[in-house]
């Protein structure tokens, strides 16, 4: 019998998978059972889409949205506020707010709006009185002299806002509503000046560029510190001037759900980074690297380095201080996500000894080498350590009772020696004195048969 052959035009990437759809019963000239169905992309000589292809892999962790990022903003926009009028009762802090270019507009507009008001009132008056139409008659008295239209109202209402005077357009003693109207500007004016200058300077005076020069390391790592697990990241400041009073802390962001059911999407946990023992408290001259004890009151105390792949949280750290040349409070704000949190790691030196000076490479602020780390959690590593050091108690234990039997039994086996050696000696001069016994008695003897 003849070997049945099926003919199938499959492409190049399918060569592969052909064995797939061909039994095995054909290689030996057997008739082939049940043949399977062919995909229609085989028969039409086209490529396979592996695209929606679904593996039995390892799932995927999706990546979270950051709470903030790393430059210290904050992803929260705020809809559907509809008291918007609490913004107008704090229009100080609305104008600082501001972006830039709508910060310049607003105090463009203030002014203009201000001198064109003023101007009208000019011109107004002026129209009241009839000095428009007497713009000609040298007779006449007008309320500001050179005044004959709206440009020339606007040009003088300048010159008094600003206190430019030219010298060309004055007002005359015979108009005490101009009068009154100069000491209204003149007084509206100075409040303008003082509230928009004071705005932009308070905009550019603001501490948030101070932050700018303030460093955070781009990841956070957990490895070992006197035999405990640590979670640590790095904070420097590129400036010669420091920050006075600087303080951090450090909260973790993660979803939570209580006992009775309730879902907290954001919930925040502190994260103690010595506010106990005082190291919260930074001396920020050269790069320092905060440490956060990982024990029983620590959110990572039974996070695992497998555990620590799955979970998802946010860690949000915030550096504060007072600015050493203005005095105004500065905050710089960053986050590490749960991906940036390495494990196992810690930070390479960036600080060397030249001569008569500490020299900081920065360079190498971000970089990070491996070290041995156990892989459990901080928990198990604190029960292995109380196993270890009580293992370690009992065998002490042991081996100085083992120390005291060996010394009694030395003492023993000295003292059965001695006892042996003393009887011995015994049965030695016993038999001395019975042998200086024995010549005497022969001697007496041999005396007695003399005679």
């Known amino acids: 019998m003849s070997c049945i052959t099926l003919p199938l035009l499959l492409s190049p990437t399918m060569a592969g998978d052909s064995r797939i759809f061909m039994n095995q019963d054909m290689e030996i000239g057997v008739s082939p059972r049940e043949q399977k169905k062919i995909p229609k992309q085989a028969r039409d000589d086209v490529p396979i889409a592996t695209d929606r292809t679904r593996l039995l892999v390892a799932e995927i962790k999706k990546p979270r949205q950051r709470y903030m990022e790393k430059t210290g903003k904050c992803n929260v926009h705020h809809g559907n506020v509809q008291e918007t009028y609490r913004y107008l009762s704090d229009l100080f802090t609305t104008l600082v707010d501001l972006k830039w270019r709508f910060n310049l507009l607003v105090f463009t507009m203030v002014y203009t709006i201000t001198w064109l008001f003023f101007g009208f009132i000019w011109w107004l008056i002026a129209y009241i009185r009839g000095d428009l139409d007497h713009a000609e008659d040298e007779d006449w008295i007008p309320c500001v002299d050179n005044l004959s239209g709206f440009v020339s109202a606007f040009l003088f209402s300048i010159e008094t806002e600003t206190t430019i005077g030219y010298g060309h357009r004055v007002i005359t003693e015979k108009c005490p509503e101009g009068i009154i109207l100069l000491l209204v500007q003149a007084i509206l004016g100075s409040i303008v000046n003082a509230f928009m200058v004071g705005c932009m300077f308070v905009k550019i005076s603001q501490p948030k560029k101070r932050a700018e020069t303030l460093m955070f390391s781009n990841n956070a790592v957990i490895s070992m510190r006197d035999e405990k697990l640590c979670l640590m990241f790095r904070v420097g400041d590129l400036r010669n001037s420091h920050i006075v009073e600087a303080s951090i802390r450090a909260k973790m962001i993660k979803s939570k759900q209580t006992k009775e059911g309730e879902f907290i999407p954001l919930n925040q946990t502190d994260i103690n980074v010595g506010f106990d023992t005082?190291?919260?408290?930074?001396?920020?001259?050269?790069?320092?690297?905060?440490?956060?004890?990982?024990?029983?009151?620590?959110?990572?105390?039974?996070?695992?380095?497998?555990?620590?792949?799955?979970?998802?949280?946010?860690?949000?750290?915030?550096?504060?201080?007072?600015?050493?040349?203005?005095?105004?409070?500065?905050?710089?704000?960053?986050?590490?996500?749960?991906?940036?949190?390495?494990?196992?790691?810690?930070?390479?030196?960036?600080?060397?000894?030249?001569?008569?000076?500490?020299?900081?490479?920065?360079?190498?602020?971000?970089?990070?080498?491996?070290?041995?780390?156990?892989?459990?959690?901080?928990?198990?590593?604190?029960?292995?350590?109380?196993?270890?050091?009580?293992?370690?108690?009992?065998?002490?234990?042991?081996?100085?009772?083992?120390?005291?039997?060996?010394?009694?039994?030395?003492?023993?086996?000295?003292?059965?020696?001695?006892?042996?050696?003393?009887?011995?000696?015994?049965?030695?001069?016993a038999i001395e004195l019975n042998g200086n016994n024995g010549t005497t008695g022969e001697m007496k003897e041999s005396l007695f048969l003399k005679h």
């Open 278 to 429: 005082g190291d919260d408290r930074l001396f920020l001259v050269s790069p320092l690297i905060i440490s956060h004890e990982i024990n029983e009151k620590s959110p990572f105390w039974e996070m695992s380095r497998a555990r620590l792949e799955k979970e998802e949280f946010e860690i949000v750290v915030i550096l504060e201080g007072m600015v050493e040349a203005t005095g105004m409070t500065c905050q710089a704000r960053s986050s590490y996500m749960d991906k940036e949190v390495l494990w196992g790691h810690r930070f390479t030196p960036v600080l060397t000894l030249e001569k008569d000076f500490y020299e900081v490479d920065y360079n190498s602020f971000h970089n990070t080498y491996e070290t041995n780390t156990p892989s459990c959690c901080a928990k198990e590593l604190a029960e292995s350590f109380k196993e270890g050091r009580l293992l370690s108690h009992l065998s002490t234990t042991n081996l100085l009772n083992g120390e005291e039997n060996e010394e009694a039994e030395v003492e023993k086996e000295q003292r059965e020696g001695m006892e042996k050696e003393d009887n011995r000696n015994d049965g030695l001069e």
